[in-house]
């Protein structure tokens, strides 16, 4: 069974790359046997963790890089540029979009063994995923990697 990791961002971070990242990323590979990392689709988080894993994808090129859709989108199901295949999670048709985005972190959670977590000033529904991550590590059933701002 292939190894998930999920990663989950704050919408708009400072700066042009994710602090640590791509040690982390490498950590994930080489030391957990991580094969696939699922983005979400919204925000410069998404945007620059999906760059980095693209730039992984060169030197690892096992690894995938998966897009989450939390809702259908209009016309035929593309992929987005550099990802290897789009996750949408079932039931999800008829929610608003709002809560689809909230249930989709928590979907990929409970579907993940490993989250990757970048949130300095999270939003609400953010929140609330890393307190349920979190209480998932404390029992073992999942393992969190916070990142964190230079200071």
């Not at 602090?19 to 620059?48: C, N, Q, S, W």
């Not at 209009?74 to 550099?82: F, M, T």
């Amino acid at each position: 069974m292939r190894k998930v990791c999920f990663f989950l961002g704050q919408r708009s971070p400072c700066g042009t790359q994710l602090p640590g990242l791509a040690a982390e990323l490498t950590r994930h590979i080489e030391g957990y046997g991580v094969r696939d990392f699922v983005v979400g689709r919204y925000g410069a988080g998404a945007r620059l963790a999906a760059e980095a894993v693209v730039m992984e994808k060169k030197r690892f090129p096992e690894i995938r890089l998966l897009r989450l859709r939390p809702y259908p989108l209009h016309g035929a199901a593309c992929i987005p540029k550099g990802a290897d295949g789009v996750i949408a999670p079932p039931g999800f048709a008829d929610l608003p979009v709002a809560l689809a985005l909230a249930r989709a972190d928590l979907y990929m959670l409970r579907h993940s063994s490993f989250l990757i977590a970048y949130a300095p000033q999270p939003e609400l529904h953010v929140q609330e995923v890393l307190a349920l991550a979190r209480r998932m590590q404390a029992h073992g059933l999942l393992h969190l990697t916070e990142l964190h701002s230079p200071r």
